[in-house]
C-alpha cells in the first residue's frame, strides 16, 4: 500500500479563452503526492528525521522552499500550484540530525498527468534498488530512452518475452502498450531520441523502426537505412535535428555512409571521410564527433550543414573495440575503454579539445577501472556498471583538465543496463546481467548535489 505522505492541492482548474483562470469558488483539484523508500514504505519511518522540505519551481517563476515538521517519523504536506500548465520542476528532501535522503521526479506538466506522482528517495551520493516495480522481463543489451516523463524500453530479451514496455517515471509503474505491436525477436537493441516523443530504434534481429510514444493510431513506422547500417555502427541522438545512425558493415567490409533520421522518419544520407565499422560517436552541439572504427583510429567531424565528414588530423590511436565516447555537449569530449588487436582492456584514454573549429587530441587521464559493457547514459557525463561492476564514474572537465571521478556505487552488477539522467541530476538504471543472467530490476540513484532549481 501506497503511503501518502503530502498532496500538492491546486484550487484553480477552470480555463478560459487562451488561459486558465479561476471562478469566485472553483472545485479543488488534488494532485496525490507520495515520498516512498525502494519498499513502497514511508522513508522517514524509523529514522531520527524533523523536516521535509520541498522545492518548487513553476515555468520562469521564482523557485520557492517550503517546510514542513515530521513527527515519529509521519508528515503531511499541502500547497497550492499557481499555475496548471507550466512546466514543474521539484526537490524533496528529509533531513534530520543523522538522517540525510533526497529525491526528485521529471519535471512535468500537471495538466497532462494523471494527478498521482510517486517519488523514491535515497542517500545523497547512493542507489535505492526498487522492490516494488519490475521490467516487464529481464533485459540487457537493450535501448532505454526518455520521452517526457516516461522511459521507453525496448529489446534485449528472450525471443518469447515482451520486446517493447515503457516506464513510468513521474508514477514509478511500468506498462505494456495496450496495442499489438506484433514485433518478433529483435535481439541486442540500441535506441536513440529523434524527437521528444519519437525514438528510432537499432535491432540486431530485425528492421530498424521509429517508436512514436505519443501516436496511438501509428506506433510504429518503419525506415530504411544505408548498406550496412546495424550493430557495428554509431549511433547517436542530435537534439533539434534527429538521430543518426554512422557507418557499420556489410559482408566484412566497413561502411562510409551515415543516415541522419528526422521527425516523420524523413532520412538524409551523408558520408564519412572513410569507411568505419564498430565507431563511437558523441553530439557536441549540433555538430557530431566520430572516433575510431578504423584500423588508424582516428577521428572526423560530422558539421552540421556538411555532407561529408572533416578528419581530425592529430589522432592515430589504433584498435580500440568497444569503447566509450563521453561528450561535455560542446566542445569537449573522452574516448575511454574498448580493447586492442589482441584483445587487451585499455586503460589509456584520448581526449579531444577546442572542437569543432580547432579540434585536437591529447593523451586523457588514465581509467584505472577500465571495463566493458558500460553504460554512458545519454546528456551525461556518467560511466554506469559494467563487466561484474557496480560503479558509476563521472568524467569532469574543468577549465583545463579532465579527470574521471568515482561518484557512487550500484546495488547490483550490472553489465549493459539501460538508464536514463533526469535534469536534476538523479538516475534511474534498469537491467543488465550480474554476471548470472539479466536482470529485471531498476535502482534510483542520487549524486551528491542535485542540479538547483
Sequence with gaps: MLVRVFLLGLVCVCV?????ACEDDPAPFVFQGFVVDGENGNPAAGTDATTLRIGIQEGERSA??????ITDGQFDALLSFESFVDQTRIRVTIEGPTADLVTAPP????????????VVTTVPGSCERIAFNFMEAPRASFG????????????GTEPAQEQVEFLDALEWESRLFVED????????TRAASVDENQILVLPSNATPFIFDMQNTLNRITLVVLHAGAGTRSALVSIPGIGAMVI??????EAQAAVSLVEPGGAVTSLQLSEPRSGPVAATLGTDVLVVGGDPLGNAELLREGSSTGEPVT????????????VGDGQTRALFVGGTDDVGALRQDTVRFDGCPDSCVSSSGPPWTTARL???????????????????????????SEVEIASLLELRAPRAAPGGIVLESGVFIVGGGNDGVSPREDFEFCAPPQLEPL
Excluded at 64 to 69: A, F, I, K, N, S
Excluded at 107 to 118: D, E, Q
Excluded at 147 to 152: E, G, I, L, Q, R
Design 181 to 188: 505491436l506484433s514485433l518478433s525477436n529483435l535481439g541486442p
Design 247 to 252: 557507418g557499420g558493415e556489410l559482408s566484412g
Design 314 to 325: 592529430s589522432l592515430m590511436d589504433g584498435i580500440r573495440e568497444g569503447g566509450v565516447l
Design 373 to 399: 559493457e558500460v553504460l554512458q547514459p545519454v546528456q551525461s557525463a556518467l560511466l554506469v556498471g559494467g563487466t561484474n561492476s557496480r560503479l558509476v564514474e563521472e568524467v569532469r572537465w574543468s577549465a
Design 144 to 155: 532505454m530512452v526518455q520521452s517526457d516523463t516516461f522511459a521507453f524500453l525496448v529489446g
Design 107 to 118: 519535471s512535468f506538466v500537471p495538466a497532462l498527468t494523471g494527478g498521482l506522482m510517486r
Design 16 to 20: 478560459s479563452v487562451g488561459a486558465w
Design 64 to 69: 520557492q522552499e517550503l517546510e514542513y515538521p
